[in-house]
């Protein structure tokens, strides 16, 4: 298909809880100094111009970013996710942004020099954006290919140090079960590594299946440590359209549990209503 563009939603309430997590994640990982492998799947352009057509003729990070850059009561967990964006629209006095970056964005503000990353896009002008987007960063690797295919033959990073965010479309109902299982085949060749699945809300059954199959495959022996959040503007509905949006974690920050119980309350006083929900569950321990 390839006709999905996320410029339409960049800086939507998905992304504040995807990329909040994103930046959570990657500053935990450069307090080692040790070099670690970013790892993208499915990487967009890049950065995200906001006044343009696409995210004008939406507007959903209005109901996004755009409500939470100038409260004055940011948890102090969401924080560094709010100053990266506030770094990007340095001139900005109001709610209306410019600039919002996708998760390779996110990744450039904590790669280090002793970090190496690696970013897949199939789009063929999103790729052209992303490569623009990476000019003159070194150590970053820009391929237009399948990033599930690219991700696993990456692993195991020669530093043994990891994070990997799938994140796809989901235009495709079998990218559902495609994204789960390439993270359990990953998880395989590289079981301490961090891995990140976002996933929308459209169909409750379709969540609840990528669940079970992380879940059974723990009768194997192999997942461990598996950590669910998810934060729902409304209830479920077999109505068309997205309600909610969550991840799946492998191997999360030791005080990412902490860190979201603060989090996720926030933004459903912020973003939501009566109708809203958030959960947070260990689906499977260390």
């Not at 950065?47 to 004055?72: C, F, H, P, R, V």
Request: with cysteine.
């Amino acid at each position: 298909m390839l006709s999905y563009r996320h410029a339409f939603h960049a800086g939507n309430f998905a992304d504040v809880l995807k990329h909040s997590v994103l930046t959570l994640v990657l500053d935990y990982m450069t307090r080692k100094e040790k070099g670690f492998h970013y790892i993208d799947s499915h990487s967009g352009a890049g950065m995200y111009q906001l006044s343009d057509e696409y995210a004008q003729k939406t507007g959903e990070y209005k109901n996004g970013i755009a409500k939470l850059i100038n409260d004055d009561d940011i948890p102090e967990a969401l924080q560094p996710y709010i100053d990266l964006i506030k770094e990007l629209n340095p001139n900005n006095n109001t709610d209306e942004l410019d600039l919002y970056p996708g998760s390779p964005g996110i990744a450039k503000r904590f790669i280090r020099r002793q970090d190496s990353t690696h970013l897949f896009e199939l789009h063929s002008t999103d790729i052209q954006h992303l490569t623009d987007f990476c000019y003159r960063w070194k150590k970053v690797f820009v391929k237009q290919g399948d990033g599930y295919q690219g991700v696993l033959g990456l692993l195991p990073p020669p530093s043994r140090r990891g994070v990997v965010l799938i994140d796809p479309p989901y235009e495709l109902k079998e990218d559902y079960h495609k994204a789960v299982n390439t993270i359990i085949k990953a998880y395989k060749k590289f079981a301490t590594g961090t891995y990140i699945l976002w996933y929308p809300v459209v169909k409750r059954e379709l969540v609840e299946e990528m669940k079970n199959t992380f879940i059974n495959e723990k009768s194997t022996g192999d997942v461990k440590n598996l950590l669910q959040l998810e934060f729902c503007l409304s209830a479920d509905t077999d109505e068309y359209g997205m309600t909610g949006t969550g991840l799946f974690i492998i191997n999360p920050p030791w005080q990412l549990t902490k860190q979201m119980a603060e989090v996720l309350p926030y933004l459903q006083e912020k973003l939501g209503d009566s109708g809203s929900s958030y959960n947070i569950e260990q689906l499977l321990e260390e």
